[in-house]
């Protein structure tokens, strides 16, 4: 499985933005797809999920409401649809994919940043 994560970019607070990630490869046997974050010199925490053929979806506590993760799978495509932005979700965000127990399936992050 192969992830390529994009849309990441500079805007104010309050506004949106939308990220996407592209699978392929053995995209059959993802069970499920999730969006990461990152900044420095901080671990890498969650920020959504979602059960790859079912769509059920997770969030972390500090974005329900604000962000919305979704999944195309005709298009093998991910979202995350990230609205009211603040400076705090400042972050380089990575999609990932749990085949089964742990996301072992990794793409290369996309910078967001928000001012305030």
């Known amino acids: 499985v192969q992830l390529q994560a994009s849309g990441g970019g500079l805007v104010q607070a309050g506004e949106s933005l939308r990220l996407s990630c592209a699978a392929s490869?053995?995209?059959?046997?993802?069970?499920?797809l999730g969006w990461f974050r990152q900044t420095p010199g901080k671990e890498r925490e969650f920020v959504a999920s979602i059960n790859w053929s079912a769509g059920t979806t997770v969030y972390e506590n500090s974005v329900k409401g604000r962000f919305t993760i979704s999944r195309d799978n005709d298009r093998n495509m991910a979202y995350l649809q990230m609205n009211s932005l603040k400076p705090e979700d400042t972050a380089v965000y990575y999609c990932?994919?749990?085949?089964?127990?742990?996301?072992?399936?990794w793409g290369h992050g996309t910078l967001v940043t928000v001012s305030s």
């Open positions: 990932a994919a749990k085949l089964e127990s742990r996301y072992e399936y």
């Open positions: 490869g053995r995209t059959d046997i993802i069970y499920r």
